[in-house]
């Protein structure tokens, strides 16, 4: 799964998905692919969602085209166990997530068939949290 190397601190201050309702300052854009999947509305992706979008895509893409991913998980989530009284510290590293903000490219892909490309996107567009649109390049 993916997750970074090393962080500055164990562990941050909780992450809200409040503040993130702007758009996305940059990353709106394609760069690499000519299709992409472009995040609607703001939420949390986790490793295990980014690795299901990229294995869907490049099983339905079926070796004929590239895929890249636009997004990393750093932000740190931490949880403490079931029924543990108040206090004593914030709690273990649970797991890494990525927040996106709307107009966000996650990732792109392109293919020898355009068509196929379209589809593998739409498909892969189920396996996330948050609703996504498929954006072509040069509209």
Known sequence: ???PVKTKFVKYHKLSVKGIERKANSSYSLKFGLYGLQSIETGLVTPQQIESLRRTVV???????????????D???TSK???VRMGRGKGSLKTFVFK?????????????????CKKALLI??????????????GL
């Open 124 to 137: 892969a567009a189920t396996k996330l949290p948050i609703c996504c649109q498929l954006v072509k390049k």
């Open 100 to 116: 996106t903000k709307v107009g966000r490219l996650l990732i792109e892909a392109t293919s020898r068939d355009p068509e196929v």
């Open 1 to 3: 799964m993916l997750k």
């Open 59 to 73: 099983k339905n893409l079926a070796g004929s085209g590239r895929v890249w991913i636009r997004v990393f998980p």
């Open 75 to 77: 932000k740190v989530v």
């Open 81 to 83: 166990p079931k029924e």
